[in-house]
Structure formats: C-alpha cells, structure tokens
C-alpha cells in the first residue's frame, strides 16, 4: 500500500540519516579537546565551531524529521524493527571513516541483536484477520508517568558510569553503560515524536501536550551526554547499545501507551517476545569494558650468557714480598 511504502522508505532515509550523523560526529570529536558533561557550555562552544560537527547534527536533525512520516504510517513495532537494520550501515561506516574494529564477541552479539529483531519484523506480517494498528494519541497522565521515571533512571545509570570511570585504577568502559542510559533518553525521545505525529497538524494541541517540553529536554540532556559518551567510547559498540536500548524501549512502552494491540496469533506473539527476550539478553551479556592494549616486552638491556663474548681469565703477577 502507498502509506507503508512511504513509511518503510521514511525509515530507511532515516536509519541512513542517524548512521551519517553518529559516524560524522565521532569523527569530529576525536579531533576536539577533551569534553565532558561537568563543563556543558564549554562542550557547546567546542562541537558548534566544527564544521564535520555540525553536518552530522543536521543529518541526526533530519533523521528526527524522517521519524514523523515513520510513525504516522507504520505501527511503532514496525517501525523499530526497520530502525535497528541501520545498525549494519553504522558499523560499515565505522569501519570505513573511523577504523574501529569489533571484536569476534561483539560481531555475535549485534548478529544476535540483529536475528532478534528480524524475529520481531516477522511477528509483524499482516495475516488479513490479525492486523496491527497505528496508535494515535495517547493520555497525557499516562506519557509523563512512563517518561519521567525513564529519564531519571537514564540520568542515573549515566552519573554511575561517570563515577566508575573516574577511578584511575578501572579498565576502561567499553560504552555499553554510557549506551544504556543515552538509549533510555532517545527512547523517551521516540515516543515523544511518535506523540507530535498522532498530534499533528494541529498546533496549539501539540504546544498543550507534554510532548514538545520532553523533546526539549531529551534533546538538551541527549546532546550533552551523548557527546561525551561518543568521544571516549567506540561508535561501533556505543550506538548499537544504545539503538537496541531505544527500539525495545519505544516498541514495548509505546505500543502499551498509545494502544496499538499485539497480534493474538500464536506464532507471531511467540516470535515478538522470543525476539525481544533474546535482544534484552545479548545486550546484558555483551562486553562491559574494552580488552586492554596488548603489552609489548620491554628491550633488555643484558644480553643472554651464551651470546657474550669470551674473555679468557689472565692469572693474576704474584705480589712481591
């Protein structure tokens, strides 16, 4: 039909617009002093005066925008199961523009993340009797008793990892936590775009939801955290985390709130939980700090016994009386 056909093609631009946008970011701020959520004003002035910054935050701007076509035709479960393929593009463009690589162990796991969001896009197929629905708006009461909760915890779980990495003597977070508590932010973010678009085009009944002031909010905190998170920890293991954190959190809550109904089919709710469970338990098992750089020995300064030249033993002139 014409309407998904838009919606999945919005979602594909808008999976391309967030992998250009983090890969872009990252690659900016490897170039920037050191930056941190201490100092967020002085963050600001660093990102806004780098012009490869501010591309990727425009492709990242527009990939939001692409978000409200996606939501206003696709079921929210739809639709994030179409969000988490861009994952391969962001690990490609990763590979390509910034030269990270992943480990054996975390290749498994977003091939798992991956297999168990292609178990959730299967559950999604429309079988005529058992149809999935479009949400459109929902309770305010009951966005705010969701997102509030969901953003102190995304607050916390942050401010946590920002104490454990101040200890000199920790391995290095590999971002899996930084992951977590940003993709909590971007999840509250998500349903607030999945709000605007059953709310639009009406404006003043968009400025009288919740959902603008948690834009405002998500976008202020996300934009300071992530940042930060992005120049110490790898694009290619922070925004996987973070993707899956989002899409579980956005399709789960989001379809609750705003009342879109899971399918009554047995194999196709069998194939959404599986692929939910199975995603929640890759992303708990992934690494939490990265492997420490291999430790070259250091050149010895004594060369072996057998390898020093011979010197014969001179006796010793006797000593006169």
Known sequence: MPAVAWGVGAALLANTLYSVGFVLEKRALTRLPEVSVRRPAQL???VVTSPLWLAGSIALASGFGAQLVVYRTLPIAAAQGIFITGLVLLLLLSSRMLGERTSARERYAIAAILLALLMVVLSLRDTGHDRDTVGGAAPAPLILTVCLPSLAAGLYLYAAAERRAGHR????ASGVEYGVAVGLLYGVSSLAIKGVSGVLPDIPAVLRSPYPYLLLCTGAFGLVMSQAALQRCRASLIVPV????????TAVLGTLAFGESLP??????????AGTVLAVAVLLLMPKHDAPPPVSPAPSTSAPRELLPHVPHEPEEPHEP
């Open 242 to 249: 973070c993707t899956t954190v989002t899409c579980l959190f």
């Open 169 to 172: 003597h920790r391995r290095p």
């Open 44 to 46: 600001l002035r660093h």
């Open 264 to 273: 009554s089919e047995p194999l196709r709710l069998g194939l959404r939980v």
